[in-house]
């Protein structure tokens, strides 16, 4: 498959390697061809990847991963241009975080909508699913870096694309997403992804995840 | 121990019950002495439960629980008065949200402060410590309603409230609370009591709760 990569930091570097290294072709893109690390990204992954603009990635790929950080993700998205993104698969790992020790979300991408549904409603023809963005990207693309039964969170506002992407996590190594249904619940997943530092700096390594104990009654 | 519970919802029934049930003093507060639910709680709980105004129940505590609903939390301390308030642990259950089909913060109690936070700064005689938000009240009492490992965090600015704190939890069945450090990180955990509604709604069940599986590396 022909995937486009969004981004060149380090979820964007470890999803293209996992997606090559499964046999498909993937370009990375960035606000200018020729970024430095999109060409290093190239010169590490061989003959079947390749970089760009992100215009380029858009229009190159079947299905598009946004990597970019969440709280420039819409701009990046307009530079991809909404007629490459049109009738496409947009996996949306991105999370609206305002970096610092403690980190807080955009107010206006989070709380009452989220950046996936933000993305949504501004390219309404492309299929969004939010994915992958609870966790290191490390651990996204091997779950096994973390011992025992963990979960991974999937929503978007169709089956079809949800279904396409489950396939791909499969990949990656998980086996049973939970699907939290449309793509209102990605605001819960972004706010989760904020409690990922204070974790981290707790536990002094990115290899955790949350899972849901489920009980009866 | 004389403890004070503020709010007559379902947190400060079982809460209150628990502890009567672990041989306590437990006196339930809300807005006015007589309240139809606190009269009903000390009818089902014998001896050691009474009821009053929140000042009544701050007064009588030498811990006060806050499980009141978040969104008025600030206010029923208010009523309860912080000359009743002063020197004493407040373990602080409640989540600032918005009820609705979707639940969010409100948005002055979330993201860059918490409901935790912003009673500290109020109270600052007060010994704040955030815990047990995070999960269905049944849950918060009997953890063994949801199978298998789970977590529950805890935080604060000192330690030593922690300590009995953590002391409480542990008659309460929680063997491990994870010490998330200062009541900073109360942001986190009431954000992910906004999970709570979406995973309620998927498994039909409130006996669920989260686990964080960590690795090494």
Chains 1, 2 share one sequence.
Not at 17 to 40: C, D, F, W, Y
Not at 48 to 68: L, P
Not at 128 to 143: A, E, I, Q, S
Request: proline fraction near 5%; charged fraction near 20%.
């Amino acid at each position: 498959m022909k995937i486009g990569i969004l981004g060149t930091g380090m979820v964007g570097n470890a999803i293209g390697a996992k997606l090559i290294q499964l046999g498909h072709q993937v370009k990375m893109g960035s606000r200018t061809a020729g970024n430095e690390k999109a060409v290093e990204w190239v010169e590490q992954n061989g003959s079947t990847a390749s970089q760009g603009t992100f215009r380029d990635a858009a229009s190159f790929a079947e299905i598009i991963f946004n990597c970019t950080a969440g709280a420039v993700s819409l701009e990046a998205l307009e530079m991809a241009g909404a007629e490459n993104l049109s009738g496409k698969i947009l996996v949306d790992i991105a999370n609206p975080l305002v970096r610092g020790t403690f980190p807080s979300l955009v107010p206006s991408l989070s709380n009452t909508t989220s950046l996936g549904e933000e993305i949504q409603k501004r390219y309404p023809e492309t299929k969004v699913v939010k994915t992958l963005n609870t966790m290191m990207c490390n651990v996204m693309v091997d779950p096994s870096l973390v011992p025992g039964e963990h979960d991974i969170f999937i929503c978007g506002n169709d089956n079809e694309p949800k279904l396409k992407v489950r396939e791909i996590l499969n990949w990656f190594g998980w086996k049973a997403p939970i699907d939290l249904g449309d793509l209102s619940n990605a605001r819960y997943t972004e706010m989760l992804s904020a409690f990922w530092m204070p974790l981290f700096n707790l536990y002094g390594t990115p290899n955790f995840n949350f899972k849901v104990s489920v009980g009866k009654g």
